[in-house]
């Protein structure tokens, strides 16, 4: 009869002595339920659903450039009712008005427009 001890089982290396089995050198905690089930919820949280996080965060960003747009909106549309009610008032403004925007002159007048002074860059 032979001494089966010393012989080393080559059919399962696995289980050798020293190796015990490949599931247990998992730690505990990345084999609770409750663990796994959380994280993947967390990750499809973040990643996969048609509402995360990135896409909040990019939906925040054009909330914010959209409120910015329309306080200036807002602010233009203030000036503009201003300068719309003096012209609906004021005989003088409609002058000023017609003569800065549209170049009207009165028959005795010449009109000279003299171009802003532009920055030109030496090479």
Not at 11 to 20: A, Q, T
Not at 77 to 93: G, V, Y
């Amino acid at each position: 009869m032979e001494n089966t001890s010393d012989k080393v089982n080559f059919e399962r290396p696995f289980l050798r002595k020293g190796w015990g089995r490949p599931l247990n050198h998992i730690p505990a905690w990345l084999k609770n339920k409750y663990f796994l089930s959380i994280a993947a919820f967390v990750v499809w949280i973040l990643f996969f659903d048609p509402r995360d996080v990135f896409t909040q965060m990019q939906h925040r960003r054009e909330l914010k450039e959209l409120q910015v747009s329309r306080a200036w909106y807002q602010k233009e549309i203030e000036k503009e009712s201003i300068e719309a009610e003096q012209l609906r008032s004021n005989p003088a403004t409609i002058e000023k008005y017609a003569r800065e925007k549209y170049l009207m002159k009165r028959d005795n007048e010449d009109i000279f427009i003299i171009p802003e002074k532009s920055v030109v860059k030496n090479k």
